[in-house]
C-alpha cells in the first residue's frame, strides 16, 4: 500500500473507490477528493441521461402530440420494464469485470417452462411460476458463476458457451409447441396487463428491483465491494483488499442475481406478451449490454450505477419507440441505435478525460499547499 | 472486454508470456493441438457411426464450404482476440458488404468495381471501429457492440427489404464450385490461401510477435518500443476488409445479397478462436489450433445434422459444452496437478502462466489511464 | 524451438488434409456410382408418369420448416408427417434453429447426403435455397415447397396455401371492411423485411388499394416486427401514435397479429382502432372474444402440410411428375391438380370472426 497509487482510472459508482482499512491518511483525502468529483460526475452523467431523455419526449410530443397522452408514455415505460430488470443484474456482473451474455437464453428458457407450468396447473397460484421462472434463472446463474470463479473460465467464454446451450436446451424442452395467451391462467396476464395503484404492475416490480439493487450496490458492504473487485485488477489491487475465497463468492453471487432477474424476466415477458416458444428473447443480452453502457456502466468493470443502467435501458426504449412514432423509417432504427452506444461511451471518456484532468490538478495544488 | 474475473489466475493453457515461458508453451500448445485431433478423430468415428454419408467427399465438400464464412471471419479475429481484443462487428460488416453489393449491382457497376468497393467499405468500417478503440481509448467490447448494431442498421438502410439475386453466374459458378476437378470447394482453397498467409505472419514475422507481445503485456509492450495503437488499428482494419470478403463470398455461394445476412455469425467465429486455443485475454494461441477447431466445429455440425433423429438444438448445446470445457478442462487438469504437487513436496510451486503478467487488461482498459 | 513448432503445425496440417483427401478418395468414387444410378433411375421413370400407380409404402421424406420451434411451421409440418404416416412411409422434422437462409442451405446439404426420396420444406429465401435443391433434385429426391416457395426451378411442385394473389386482395378487402364505411388510414404490421411471402403479399395488396373502391384507404406505413413479440408489440404501439387517424392494422402475420391485438386490447384504442390480417385461431380466440379483432383471416396451416405430405408421396411414387394438368389423390383433401408453375392452390382462406372460431382448434 506504501507504493502511490495512480489517479482512479475510471470512477467507482458515487465515487467509490472503497477504501480499505489500511489506506494511508493521505490517500484517503485523495480518495475522498476523488470520490467528491466523481460523485459530481456520475451524478452529471445521470442528470444528462435524463436530460436527454425529457428532450426526446418533448421533441417527439411537439411533432407528434399523441405521443405524450398518458397511455402511450405508459406504453412505451412498460417495453422497458423487462430490458430495465435485466439491466440491474447486468449491472452486477460488469461492474466486477464481468459479463453475462446468456441473460437472452435464460430468459426464453424460464418464460416457457413458468408458462408450461401455470398452463398445466392452472389452479396453482401464479406467484409459483414466478417463483419457477426466478430459480430456474439463478440456476443457470449460478452454473455460469461457479464455472466464472471456480472454473476460472472467463466470463466471455462462460456465457457464450451457456448462451448457445441454454438455448439449445431450450429448443429440445418446447419441441416446437407453444404457450398461447389463452393457455394462461387470467390472473397471471393480469400482472402482464393490469395495475397496481393506478401504474402498470410490470412497472411497479421494474421500480422496486431497480431502486431495491440501486440501494444495495450504494449503501451496503455487499455492493460495495462489487465494484473494489471490479477496479481491482486495474488500479495495482489497491481496492480490493477481499480474500480470494470472498471475492469468487461475490462473483459468483452477482451471477447468480443477473440470472434470477433474467429469470424474472422471462416471468414478465410470458405475462405480457402471452405468446411464449423457445425463441423468446433472442438477441436480448446485447440491447441489455447497449442500455447499461449507455447508462454509463463501465465495460471495465469497477463504475456505474444500478440507476444509471435503468436510465439507459429507458432512453433507448424511448427511441426506439419515437423513432416509429416520428414516422423515421424501420431500417434506419438499429443502425441509430448503435450510433447511441457509440456517442455515449465516446462522451464518457471524454467526461472522464477531463475529471482526471481536474484530479490531477487538484492534488497537484494540494501539494504544493502542504 | 470485461471477461477477466479478477481472482482468475490464468488457465494452464493461456500462460501470457510466450517469451518467457517457452518451453511450458510449447509442450502445452503441442498437446492442445493434439487434443483437437483427438477429438476430431473422436467424432469422424462417432458420425461415421451415425451415418455412412459422414466420411466420404461429400461431406467433405459441403461441410467446408458452409463452414467458408466462419472460417474466414475466425482468422483476423485470432489476431485481434491475441491482442486482447475483440471484434463482435464481424457479422455486420459481412452483412453490410452483401447489401453494398446488392445496391452496387443494382445500379448497374460492373462486378469488377463492385468488390474492391466492397471489401474497401469493410477497411472503412474496420477502420472506424480500430479508431474508437486506440484513438479515444474505448473498451474493444463496447466500442463493437455499437457497431455491431450500427453496422447491421445500415446494411438495411442500404437495401431495405429487397434481396438482390441475380449475380452474374460466372461468379456465383465460382464460389459454388470446386476447385481444378478436386472434391474441395473454391472457397476452402482461398480459405486455406488466407490462412497460409495469416499463419505464416503470426508465427514468423516482426509482427506476429508484437501481436503476442501486446497481448501478454500491453504496457509493457508499449514501453519496449512497440506502437501498440498503430498494430491495433491495422488489425481492426484487416478484419473489416476480411469481414467484407467472407460477406462477398456468402452472397455468391447463396446469390443472395440482403441485410439479414450472417446473423450471429459472429458468435460461431469467436467460438472457433477460443475453442482453437487461442486465449480470451491475449498473448497465446496458433492459426492451427483455430483451423483444428473449425474442423471439429464443422464436423460436429454435419455429423449431427446427418441424422434426421437429432434435433438440430444439439448443435448448439455440443458447441456451447465444447467451448466451455475447452477452457475448464486444462484449468481443472492444471488443479488436479497442483493438488498432487503440493501434496507430495509439501510446497506449493508458483502457478504457471499469469501469474507472470499483471493483469492488464483485454478491452482497452490498459488505456484508462491515458 | 519456435521452428519446432511451426514443422509440428505443418505437419499435423499435411496429415489432415492428407487424411481427408483419402476420405474424399473413397466417398466420391462411391458417391459418382450413387449418382449416376439414381439419374439413370429419375430418368427412366420421368419419362412418363404413370397415374394409375400407387403410392409406394416406406418412404422416406424429410419435412423442414423455416425454423424450429415456430409455432404455425410446426402445426404444417405435422400435417406432412400425417399424411405420409398415412401413405406408409415415414416423415421426421429437421429444421435450422434460427431462420436464416444459410443455416436452411448447409441443413439442407446433409440431408440431401441422407438420401430420403422426397424434402418437403419452407424456403426462408426463395433463391439461396435453389442450387442446393437442384443438387437434390439431380440425386432422385423429389422436392416439394410448401408456404414459402423457392424459385420454380428449386422444387418439382409448391403447395400454395392460397394464391400470392388472392391472399393480398383478402388483405386489401379485410382493411376495406375493418376500417368502417368513411375509410381512413390502413397500417401493415409485417414480419422481417426480408420475408418473401408477405412482401409478395404487400405487393398485391397495393396494388389492389390502387384502385378506385379502395379510394377511400390509404396505405400510411408497411412497418416490420421482425415476427418478434416485443418487437411487433413496440410497432403497434408506435403505429397508433404516429397515425392517430389511424382506423385499422393489417398484420399479414400470426406473431405480429397477435402482438397488435394484445397491444391494441389493453390500451385506450380498444373498439377504435381495427386489428385483422392472418392468425391462428387459437392465438386469436381471446382477443375475438373481448371484441378487439372483429375479423381475420387463415387456411389450416396442417392441411397445407398434409397436401405438401401426399404430392411429395406422389411425386416419389412415380404418380406424378410435376407437370401441369396431373392430379392425384391427396387423403382427405381429396384429388388435387397440379396448376401452372408447378403449384397447387389450397384454396381460399378461412375467415374467423366470433361467430365460428370455436370450431377450430389449431
Known amino acids: ?370 | 472486454m470485461s471477461t477477466i474475473s479478477p481472482t482468475a489466475p490464468a488457465p494452464d493453457r493461456t500462460p501470457a508470456a510466450p517469451r518467457t515461458e517457452d518451453s511450458i508453451v510449447k509442450t502445452i500448445l503441442g498437446r492442445w493441438e493434439t487434443l483437437i485431433v483427438g477429438l476430431i478423430v473422436v467424432v469422424f468415428i462417432i458420425g461415421a457411426g451415425i451415418s455412412s454419408e459422414f466420411l466420404t467427399g461429400d461431406s467433405l465438400t459441403t461441410g467446408s464450404s458452409d463452414f467458408t464464412e466462419y472460417a474466414i471471419l475466425a482468422l483476423p479475429l485470432t489476431l485481434i482476440i491475441a491482442t486482447g481484443e475483440i471484434d463482435l462487428s464481424v457479422a455486420s460488416v459481412l452483412a453490410l458488404s452483401s447489401a453494398l453489393m446488392g445496391y452496387l449491382w443494382n445500379q448497374g457497376l460492373p462486378m469488377e468495381a463492385i468488390l474492391p468497393i466492397c471489401i474497401l467499405a469493410g477497411a472503412l468500417c474496420g477502420l472506424i471501429n480500430g479508431w474508437l478503440v486506440t484513438g479515444l481509448g474505448l473498451p474493444s467490447l463496447a466500442v463493437t457492440i455499437g457497431t455491431m448494431a450500427l453496422f447491421r442498421g445500415l446494411a438495411y438502410v442500404i437495401l431495405g427489404d429487397e434481396s438482390v439475386t441475380d449475380f452474374p453466374t460466372n461468379y456465383t459458378d465460382w464460389a459454388f464450385g470446386n476447385f481444378a476437378g478436386t472434391v474441395i470447394p473454391n472457397t476452402i482453397v482461398l480459405f486455406l490461401v488466407l490462412a497460409a498467409i495469416f499463419a505464416v505472419v503470426l508465427h514468423r514475422t516482426p509482427f506476429g510477435r508484437a501481436i503476442f507481445a501486446i497481448g501478454a503485456n500491453k504496457e509493457a509492450a508499449r514501453f519496449s518500443g512497440l506502437r501498440v495503437n498503430r498494430i491495433q488499428l491495422r488489425l481492426f482494419i484487416l478484419s473489416g476488409a476480411i469481414a467484407a470478403l467472407a460477406g462477398i463470398l456468402l452472397t455468391l455461394r447463396n446469390s443472395t445479397a440482403a441485410g439479414n445476412v450472417g446473423d450471429g455469425f459472429e458468435l460461431t467465429a469467436i467460438a472457433a478462436v477460443v475453442l482453437g486455443g487461442v486465449s480470451i485475454f491475449g498473448g497465446t494461441g496458433t492459426i492451427g489450433g483455430v483451423i483444428l477447431a473449425l474442423i471439429l466445429l464443422g464436423a460436429i455440425q454435419k455429423a449431427l445434422n446427418l441424422d434426421p433423429d437429432i434435433n438440430t438444438a444439439w448443435v448448439n448445446i455440443v458447441t456451447g459444452i465444447l467451448l466451455v470445457g475447452s477452457v475448464l478442462g486444462p484449468n481443472i487438469a492444471a488443479r488436479v496437478r497442483e493438488a498432487r504437487r503440493i501434496s507430495t513436496r509439501g510446497t506449493r510451486p508458483p502457478r504457471p502462466g499469469r501469474s507472470a503478467a499483471p493483469q492488464s487488461g483485454p478491452g482497452g482498459e490498459g488505456n484508462t489511464n491515458a | 524451438m519456435r521452428d519446432s513448432r511451426f514443422t509440428r503445425f505443418l505437419a499435423l496440417l499435411f496429415a489432415v488434409v492428407l487424411g481427408a483427401a483419402v476420405i474424399t478418395g473413397c466417398g466420391s468414387t462411391k458417391d459418382d456410382s450413387d449418382d449416376s444410378g439414381s439419374a439413370a433411375s429419375s430418368s427412366s421413370s420421368t419419362a412418363a408418369a404413370d397415374s394409375s400407380a400407387t403410392i409406394k409404402q416406406g418412404l422416406n421424406v424429410v419435412v423442414m420448416p423455416k425454423q424450429l420451434g415456430n409455432p404455425y411451421e410446426e402445426l404444417e409440418d405435422q400435417g406432412t408427417v400425417a399424411a405420409i404416416k398415412e401413405t406408409g412411409g415415414t416423415a421426421k422434422i429437421q429444421g435450422p434453429t434460427d431462420a436464416a437462409a444459410s443455416s436452411q442451405v448447409s441443413l439442407l446439404r446433409s440431408i440431401t447426403q441422407q438420401k430420403p426420396d422426397a424434402i418437403v420444406l419452407a424456403a426462408n429465401d426463395p433463391n439461396a435455397v435453389v442450387p442446393v435443391l437442384k443438387q437434390a433434385q439431380q440425386r432422385g429426391i423429389k422436392v416439394v415447397t410448401q408456404d414459402s416457395d423457392s424459385a420454380p426451378a428449386g422444387r418439382q411442385i409448391f403447395i400454395n396455401q392460397a394464391t400470392t394473389q388472392s391472399i393480398g386482395v383478402q388483405l386489401a378487402k379485410q382493411a376495406l371492411q375493418t376500417a368502417g364505411s368513411a375509410g381512413g388510414d390502413v397500417a401493415v404490421l409485417s414480419a422481417t423485411a426480408n420475408a418473401p411471402n408477405q412482401n409478395a403479399w404487400i405487393k398485391i395488396m397495393k396494388t389492389e388499394l390502387a384502385k378506385p373502391e379502395y379510394s377511400k384507404i390509404k396505405l400510411v406505413k408497411v412497418a416490420y416486427g421482425d415476427d418478434d413479440d416485443q418487437k411487433s408489440f413496440q410497432q403497434a404501439q408506435g403505429l397508433l401514435s404516429a397515425y392517430p387517424s389511424l382506423k385499422s392494422i393489417v398484420s399479414p402475420t400470426t406473431v405480429g397479429i397477435a402482438a397488435a391485438a394484445r397491444y391494441v386490447s389493453s390500451s385506450k384504442y380498444k373498439g377504435k382502432v381495427a386489428i385483422t390480417g392472418l392468425g391462428t385461431p387459437n392465438q386469436m380466440r381471446k382477443f375475438v372474444k373481448d371484441g378487439t379483432v372483429a375479423q381475420f383471416a387463415l387456411w389450416n396451416p396442417e392441411d397445407v402440410g398434409y397436401l405438401g405430405g401426399y404430392a411429395a408421396a406422389a411425386l416419389a411414387s412415380d404418380v406424378i411428375t410435376g407437370k401441369q394438368g396431373e392430379s392425384f389423390k391427396a387423403g382427405k383433401l381429396g384429388t388435387k391438380t397440379i396448376g401452372k408453375d408447378g403449384e397447387i392452390v389450397l384454396g381460399p382462406p378461412t375467415t374467423f370472426t366470433k361467430d365460428n372460431i370455436d370450431k377450430f382448434d389449431f
Do not use: H
Not at chain 1, 112 to 138: E, H, Q, R, Y
Not at chain 1, 153 to 165: K, N, R
Not at chain 1, 261 to 275: I, N, V
Open chain 1, 1 to 370: 500500500m506504501s507504493t502511490p497509487v495512480t489517479t482512479p482510472a475510471a470512477p467507482g459508482p458515487g465515487g467509490s473507490a472503497p477504501s480499505g482499512p489500511t489506506v494511508e491518511p493521505e490517500e484517503a483525502e485523495r480518495v475522498s477528493a476523488g470520490r467528491r468529483v466523481v460523485d459530481r460526475l456520475i451524478r452529471a452523467r445521470e442528470l444528462g441521461l435524463i436530460v436527454v431523455l425529457i428532450a426526446i419526449v418533448a421533441i417527439t410530443g411537439a411533432i407528434e402530440p399523441n405521443f405524450l397522452d398518458a397511455d402511450s408514455l405508459k406504453q412505451t415505460v412498460l417495453n422497458v420494464a423487462i430490458i430495465a430488470v435485466m439491466t440491474a443484474g447486468m449491472t452486477l456482473v460488469i461492474v466486477t469485470r464481468n459479463i453475462d451474455l446468456s441473460v437472452g437464453s435464460i430468459l426464453g428458457l424460464s418464460a416457457f417452462l413458468c408458462g408450461d407450468f401455470l398452463t398445466k396447473n392452472p389452479s396453482v397460484p401464479w406467484i409459483v411460476g414466478v417463483l419457477i421462472a426466478i430459480l430456474i434463472g439463478a440456476a443457470c446463474g449460478l452454473l455460469n458463476g461457479v464455472l466464472v470463479t471456480w472454473g476460472r473460465v472467463p466470463a466471455l467464454v462462460v456465457t457464450l458457451g451457456t448462451m448457445y446451450a441454454l438455448r439449445g436446451v431450450a429448443f429440445l424442452v418446447t419441441g416446437g409447441r407453444q404457450i398461447n395467451a389463452e393457455d394462461l391462467p387470467d390472473s397471471f396476464l393480469k400482472v402482464g396487463s393490469g395495475d397496481l395503484l393506478g401504474v402498470p404492475t410490470l412497472i411497479v416490480l421494474a421500480v422496486v428491483v431497480i431502486v431495491l439493487f440501486w440501494f444495495i450496490t450504494r449503501d451496503y458492504a455487499w455492493g460495495r465491494q462489487l465494484y473494489a473487485i471490479g477496479s481491482s485488477g486495474r488500479s495495482g489491487g489497491q481496492a480490493a483488499k477481499l480474500a480470494g475465497l470472498k471475492s469468487d463468492r461475490r462473483v459468483t453471487q452477482a451471477f447468480v442475481i443477473s440470472g434470477a432477474l433474467a429469470g424474472l424476466g422471462g416471468a414478465m415477458y410470458a405475462a405480457r406478451y402471452g405468446t411464449v416458444d423457445a425463441t423468446g428473447g433472442q438477441g436480448y443480452e446485447l440491447r441489455v449490454i447497449g442500455a447499461a453502457v449507455v447508462g454509463g456502466v463501465a465495460i471495465a468493470g469497477g463504475s456505474g450505477t444500478v440507476f444509471g443502467a435503468a436510465l439507459g435501458a429507458v432512453v433507448l426504449g424511448t427511441i426506439q419507440t419515437a423513432l416509429i412514432v416520428l414516422k423515421i423509417d424501420d431500417f434506419w432504427q438499429q443502425a441509430i441505435v448503435g450510433l447511441l452506444i457509440i456517442v455515449a461511451i465516446s462522451l464518457d471518456r471524454l467526461i472522464t478525460n477531463q475529471s482526471e484532468a481536474l484530479l490531477r490538478q487538484r492534488s497537484a495544488r494540494r501539494r504544493t499547499a502542504a
